[in-house]
């Protein structure tokens, strides 16, 4: 069964700490898997896109890690900021057909000062 | 233009009212997405259209109805929605034909129906 599975569910940090956030996955076969952040009330933007042969990637602050042999990424926030608050959700594609998408359940961030 | 519009931003309808909500992007993409998002929970894929044909249709009621008029837009016909069907509405794009298809998401509607 494809299934994407995040952890924590929901994280409070102190503003200026870092974070990881955990992201575990069945789904085949793998094309790719995307870290998204989601303000409340808003739509998904994209952070980071891994394929199978990459196992790392940075956007400013936000740093994804991809451990396709034992189905595992990760993303790492740093020095993180009030505007990080929000769901991070782990999505992974399969590589065939529109409907290829698989969704976490999110990461809810909360950002303290 | 790297965006996906919709519209209106929010939306509150009775039982009775047919709405229609908009969706629409300028980036070239052969496919566009309706997703339903409850709060707390991931999108749930809805409708896919596929060079402006309908591929996928996730078992939706037919109160709600996908229209694509043209590559470029996409609508989402309501009638007689339920109170359950509150939710924020998520459109979104992708290229199709790439080794890696990133959809690009819009705003959302935020839809209330009392």
């Known amino acids: 069964k494809n299934q994407v599975e995040q952890s924590p569910q929901s994280l409070i940090i102190l503003e200026g700490k870092n974070c990881t956030l955990q992201?575990?996955?069945?789904?085949?076969?793998?094309?790719?898997l995307r870290w998204y952040k989601q303000d409340t009330g808003r739509g998904p933007v994209s952070l980071t896109i891994?394929?199978?042969?990459?196992n790392t990637k940075s956007n400013g602050r936000y740093t994804a890690t991809l451990d396709a042999d034992t189905k595992q990424s990760s993303l790492h926030i740093t020095a993180s900021q009030l505007s990080d608050s929000a769901s991070y959700i782990c999505?992974?594609?399969?590589?065939?057909?529109?409907?290829?998408?698989?969704f976490g359940t999110g990461t809810r961030l909360t950002v303290i000062p | 233009d790297t965006e996906v519009t919709q519209t209106p931003k929010h939306l509150v309808m009775g039982m009775t009212n047919k709405k229609s909500l908009k969706c629409e992007q300028h980036?070239?993409?052969?496919?566009m997405y309706w997703y339903k998002q409850k709060a707390k929970k991931p999108p749930e894929l809805m409708f896919v259209y596929s060079y402006e044909k309908l591929s996928i249709n996730e078992s939706v009621p037919s109160r709600f109805s996908p229209e694509c008029p043209n590559s470029s837009l996409l609508n989402l016909h309501l009638h007689a929605l339920q109170p359950e069907d509150s939710a924020l509405y998520l459109c979104?794009?992708?290229?199709?034909?790439?080794?890696?298809?990133?959809?690009?998401f819009g705003p959302g509607t935020r839809l209330t129906v009392l």
């Open positions: 992201c575990n996955y069945t789904v085949s076969p793998f094309s790719n």
């Open positions: 980036m070239g993409h052969r496919a």
């Open positions: 999505v992974v594609s399969k590589q065939t057909g529109a409907n290829n998408l698989f």
């Open positions: 979104a794009s992708s290229q199709l034909g790439t080794r890696v298809d990133t959809q690009y």
């Open positions: 891994m394929t199978f042969s990459e």
